[in-house]
């Protein structure tokens, strides 16, 4: 109700648009969000927190247009640290490692705010291309935050042990 007030007395505004995609998000409305969010963004393209909104959310409904909407969004925001992870995740699934990396080293520690099950897929993708320090670094992550399993212990004690940290590998 607070939201269509505010749609009446600012009509057109974004701002608006992307925060009702944020409150239908929060309620659990996920194709609602991204209706609201593709909604800003036919009226203005260029507004940043839209896009952005909606190439996480698609990340994390898995649709086809999550990479798409990521390089877009990075195209105006290029250091943006949690796009940068999605930057990441999407390149290492076209199996560009070396972009992965480039996206890695502009996200930080922005990799913390993943939904835990991408921030396995990323951890997975990063060890099947090599990067296993990066790995065992990610998996160190998703154990911080509290989860535990037998296939997460024996990836992250693999990832340690393939990166050359066999102190680690023997302790996890």
Known sequence: DHIQNLRKQYPGNPKVGNL?????????????????????LVAHPGFFPAIKNLAILEWETKN?????????????????PVLNVYGAL?????????????????????????????????????????????????????VAHGARGPTLTYNLGLAQYLAGDYEGAIHT
């Open 20 to 40: 009702e995609g944020l409150a239908l998000l929060g309620r659990g409305d996920s194709g609602g969000a991204a209706a609201a969010f593709e909604r800003v």
């Open 64 to 80: 086809r247009r999550a990479a798409e909407h990521t390089v877009q969004a990075l195209k105006m925001e290029p250091k943006d």
């Open 90 to 142: 999407s390149a290492l699934e076209q199996k560009n490692a070396s972009a992965a990396n480039r996206h890695l080293d502009l996200a930080g520690n922005a990799i913390s705010a993943m939904p835990p099950q991408l921030e396995m897929r990323l951890a997975y993708l990063l060890g099947t291309t090599g990067s296993y320090a990066r790995a065992a670094h990610v998996y160190e992550d998703i």
